[in-house]
């Protein structure tokens, strides 16, 4: 049973450029959320998706970040032009629909924008 | 108001020697998840241990406990016979809300076990 996957894990874009990242959840998980992780702090949560549903997107910034989770494939963050305070981690976890609750998290996605 | 704090930015423990990583939460909700996630230099997030707020007793993995006070709403990580392998970041959560989906982060603390 594969974790949760993302891709890419490191991307490098030129401020103005878009970056999109991918997030396949766990087998059987219905629930994505996205956190955003600045280098030596926590994390910050961005949004939280079902299928072709944004329950919560209280965290994403109002201007040129996006996330979907269509009916078929993975999750994507999108971020429109890039700036340099951009350039963090982006972690992506999936819950299941019971449980505890806990998130399992991918490996993260590394942004750097130059 | 923060929804999870964690005052300790740094620890130090000598290897074989216990340590307790502080944290406290804010929530009205009577229902809520506490839970503590390990993040080694490698970046992965590691789930390590869970307590439901209706939850009587401490819970315990392994050489991990969590010492639920629920009055004074804290939720304290007590890692026994550290190792060298427990250097890492811990991040304490708190899941709650009507439909349990909020999902909050204290800002970490980095631990770092000597030899």
């Known amino acids: 049973n594969a974790g949760v996957m993302q891709n890419p894990r490191h991307l490098v874009r030129r401020r103005g450029q878009e970056a999109r990242l991918r997030c396949s959840p766990m087998?059987?998980?219905?629930?994505v959320y996205w956190y955003r992780q600045l280098p030596e702090e926590g994390l910050k949560f961005m949004v939280y998706?079902?299928?072709?549903?944004?329950?919560?997107e209280s965290g994403m910034p109002k201007e040129r970040f996006s996330a979907e989770f269509p009916k078929e494939g993975p999750s994507i963050l999108r971020i429109q032009q890039v700036v340099r305070g951009d350039s963090a981690a982006y972690f992506c976890a999936s819950s299941p629909p019971s449980g505890i609750g806990e998130l399992f998290f991918g490996e993260g996605s590394r942004l750097t924008v130059l | 108001a923060q929804k999870i704090t964690q005052t300790q930015p740094g620890m130090f423990v000598q290897e074989k020697e216990a340590v307790t990583l502080d944290c406290t939460y804010d929530t009205s909700d009577p229902s809520y998840g506490l839970f503590w996630y390990k993040q080694p230099s490698s970046g992965e997030m590691i789930f390590l241990i869970y307590q439901g707020s209706y939850d009587q007793q401490n819970a315990t993995e392994g050489r991990y406990s969590l010492n639920f006070q629920k009055a004074r709403k804290s939720a304290n990580l007590v890692i026994s016979a550290s190792q060298l392998g427990d250097s890492a970041m811990y991040f304490c959560?708190?899941?709650?809300?009507?439909?349990?989906?909020?999902?909050?982060f204290g800002s970490g603390t980095k631990l770092n076990v000597k030899p």
């Open positions: 959560a708190m899941r709650e809300g009507p439909d349990f989906n909020k999902f909050y």
């Open positions: 998706l079902q299928k072709e549903n944004i329950i919560d």
């Open positions: 087998k059987g998980h219905s629930h």
